[in-house]
T-cell receptor, first 113, second 116 residues
Framework: DVKVTQSSRYLVKRTGEKVFLECVQD?????MFWYRQDPGLGLRLIYF???????EKGDIPEGYSVSREKKERFSLILESASTNQTSMYLC????????????FGSGTQLSVL | AQSVTQLGSHVSVSEGALVLLRCNYS??????LFWYVQYPNQGLQLLLK??????LVKGINGFEAEFKKSETSFHLTKPSAHMSDAAEYFC??????????????FGKGTKLSVIP
């Protein structure tokens, strides 16, 4: 069964900490995405990557960075966590192509105190 | 630029009743259209998608959606709701051509409740 795995289901961090969210896919997909999901706001794209070491900003990249050193792994980094980054973070992957479906991980609920 | 509007953040239906979840889009070029579903404590999964060809698209779990270009709509329907359909549903759009990124734009979601 195809899988997108996010390293943590729940995470609690302090304001100012550096936070790493990890995502691994086993489908050899070219594209990988990081979204945040907030009640009433739907999903908003933070960053995506269409190849190793390649990335593009999404709608809300401020306060975040990403790393893709290997095809199967896409990391989201919060350089200095803030309370307004408390959210559900969803990773997804897809084949190349605009009409390809996204496969999502189960999400990481991050709380920044 | 593209945007997606889902009418109604919450919809309640009785078990066995028709499910209708509304989605309207705006896009500068013809789009690909998607419906995703999110069950509690899970990630999203694809219900169905419209790319080209037949405008009535059938998906999993008995859902279908019709692309109406003149109305810029892609409403999701199911003839008879089941308790297991209770979830949050997201409409999404991406232009099928043009320069630029693979950025899928999601609506804000509609939570479906099914009343026994």
């Amino acid at each position: 069964d195809v899988k997108v795995t996010q390293s943590s289901r729940y995470l609690v961090k302090r304001t100012g900490e550096k936070v790493f969210l990890e995502c691994v896919q086993d489908m050899d997909h070219e594209n990988m995405f990081w979204y945040r999901q907030d009640p009433g706001l739907g999903l908003r794209l933070i960053y995506f990557s269409y190849d190793v070491k390649m990335k593009e900003k999404g709608d809300i990249p401020e306060g975040y960075s990403v790393s893709r050193e290997k095809k199967e792994r896409f990391s989201l980094i919060l350089e200095s966590a803030s309370t307004n980054q408390t959210s559900m973070y969803l990773c997804a992957s897809s084949k190349q192509g605009r009409n390809e479906k996204l496969f999502f991980g189960s999400g990481t609920q991050l709380s920044v105190l | 630029a593209q945007s997606v509007t889902q009418l109604g953040s919450h919809v309640s239906v009785s078990e066995g009743a028709l499910v209708l979840l509304r989605c309207n889009y705006s896009s500068s070029v013809p789009p690909y259209l998607f419906w995703y579903v999110q069950y509690p404590n899970q990630g999203l999964q694809l219900l169905l998608k419209y790319t080209t060809g037949a405008t009535l698209v059938k998906g999993i779990n008995g859902f279908e959606a019709e692309f109406k270009k003149s109305e810029t709509s892609f409403h999701l329907t199911k003839p008879s709701a089941h308790m297991s359909d209770a979830a949050e549903y997201f409409c999404a759009v991406i232009p099928y051509s043009g320069a630029g990124s693979y950025q899928l734009t999601f609506g804000k979601g509609t939570k479906l409740s099914v009343i026994p």
